[in-house]
DNA sequence: AATATTATTGCATATTTTTACTTTTTGTAG
DNA sequence: CTACAAAAAGTAAAAATATGCAATAATATT
């Protein structure tokens, strides 16, 4: 869908430029730029996105984007893909899984930088991750499945 | 005081350690450990502690704290500190459990330190640690529950 | 192209969360 | 101990948010 990208651009944008304290103020700053839809579509909208109502400064509820969005970009075929530098996902070579693990294995010394960067997205299906030299050792969530896993490292490796 | 206090942590044990969907399901658990209060009460309760409503894994909602905070008191120049020195919290910022692993995120380079400290209580919930820069990877005994791991620790983080 | 499948949305409503107001409890100073 | 002030908690109602269902639109399949 490209008005529903496009609002969920937009929702991005605007939380990151201002403070809002509910869906209703959301909706209000949407229209203004030209989105119409109800309350109920945007609670799912920011369900997708992930999106938290925290506390503000001065104690007023405001809500923020939570794990650092991936901007894409539309491929020769079509297909949405992630933007994302080639040393990022050089290191990578290969995954396995074990019950709630899974082992990572990257060129010699890229561990630590990949590891760094999956503990930078607050993945919720990873609990935390242990790096040596070329391996990360990667905790999952309880309730996590590998394909979820899978799915949420391909926004750091693309090619995983 | 005294009772808002010890809730405001069994809230936040409760948040560390298990999925929370709403304010009525967490109003249980409290139930469960004797803390009576209505669900107003709460709401300011988490307002106050920052708890966020974040998405889960499988799509649900949970509740999760968001930065651990800190125990402070008044100084002697009204300013609010730390209660804990330093040595006493290691660094310790969260700690998260899945299957038989808990990872305990701390400030950068503390990791090795409380890691340290951990081994050398031998304490017979835990058989082992490896720490990172900013991250302790904790294999729990395979009888050990969270809460006999989480009682362990607290004699070296009290705040945990 | 026609049909089946899947995704998106609005509407209405249920559920959940926040808050204004009041009462109770707690701490403090006389 | 009593009175006062401040903090905490309950009550009830408002506000905000989530969701089942049905309609519609997009996408895929034959």
Redesign the pocket.
């Known amino acids: ?5 496009s ?1 969920l651009d937009a929702i991005r944008l605007i939380l990151s430029t201002q403070e809002v ?6 909706l209000n700053e949407l229209a203004k730029e030209g989105f ?13 996105l992930r999106v938290v ?1 925290t ?1 503000g400064v001065k ?3 405001r ?1 923020v984007l939570t794990r650092p969005q991936q901007y894409r970009h539309e491929g020769a075929s079509g297909e949405m893909r992630p933007v994302v530098s080639p040393q990022e996902s050089v290191g990578y070579q290969s995954i396995k899984f074990s019950g709630n693990i899974a082992v990572i294995h990257t060129r010699p010394s890229y561990a630590s930088t990949l590891a760094y960067h999956i503990d930078g997205c607050d993945f919720p299906e990873i609990i935390g991750t242990i790096a040596g030299d070329d391996t990360v050792l990667l905790v999952m969530s309880e309730d996590a499945t590998k394909g979820a896993v899978l799915r949420a490292l391909r926004t750091i490796i693309p090619n995983i």
Chains 1, 2 share one sequence.
């Open positions: 869908m490209k008005i529903k990208n609002r304290g509910s869906q209703e103020e959301l119409k839809l109800t309350q109920a579509t945007l609670s799912r909208d920011l369900h997708q109502k506390v104690g007023r509820y809500y």
